[in-house]
């Protein structure tokens, strides 16, 4: 049986278009379709919606979301989704890729925001976004737009982003934030390759026993578990929405032994892979 994958929607054919690395648009979702893709997919850039009016509900990797005005829904392009339904939405997309924000330093690490899949907030903090939002699609909808102001405004954005999170952030949390989120942006890009937390300790330049402890008082779980979370939900992807084979789905997470593979995805689910896998 020939292995399916899960599709990955490009944002343009032609890589070399302005279009394919920044794009933003309004939908009114009574009358729009946010996507035309009715099945689970990834994409290969970065979204945030702004949720200005209404509610929608999003089904971003085996998590349902209902969300309502003011919000921002965040999707990292790795990320499973699709659109289930809104009810009087309105809401702001910007789509784009991190080549776009390359040239531009800064201080601040963007990639925070897509730590989490929504953010709810006040309407008055999302007017204040909606003020930098304005000027980007001045700019945007200029004859005369020019790419370096408008990754500098988008950029400018982004920090007005972090700094509403940051803000928001318990204080008892905050002095174990920059480790958490540098271990965990590490867990999302290697967590089927790399498996013991010692790995991840030595990239961040902290003893294993260190980087538990700060995992444990950010989230409840220790380092192991949020890899090994990381490693089933990639299982449950390639399980749930292909028709890859059990054992090949053990070697693609990081697993030689298939039995070995079956006994923790049981002992992390309550479930069995193959009672797990879609049946169509």
Known sequence: METQSIPIYKSSSN?????????????????????????PHRHDYFNIYFLVSGETIQFIDFHEYKVQANALIVMRPEQIHFHVKARNAKL?????????????PSKNNWHDIFSMDVIEMEKSSMDSFMNFINLIIIEYDSILKNK???????SALLDKILLHLKQNEPQER?????????????????ALEEVKVSDYAKRIFVSAGHLNDVVKKVTGKNAKTIINEQRILEAKRLLFWTNT?????????????????????????????????RKD
């Open 15 to 39: 890589i070399l278009e302005e279009e394919d690395f920044f794009n933003i648009k309004w939908f009114d979702l009574n009358i729009d379709t946010l996507e035309k893709i009715t099945k």
């Open 92 to 104: 702001l997309r910007i789509k784009f890729k991190e080549q776009f924000l390359i040239s531009l």
């Open 148 to 154: 370096e102001i408008l990754s500098k405004l988008f």
């Open 174 to 190: 905050k002095k174990y934030n920059i480790i958490y989120k540098n271990f965990k942006q590490l867990v999302d890009a290697h």
């Open 245 to 277: 084979p059990i054992r090949e789905v053990a070697y693609r997470t990081g697993f030689e032994d298939p039995a070995y593979f079956t006994r923790f995805f049981r002992k992390y689910t309550g479930i069995l892979p193959s009672d797990f896998q």
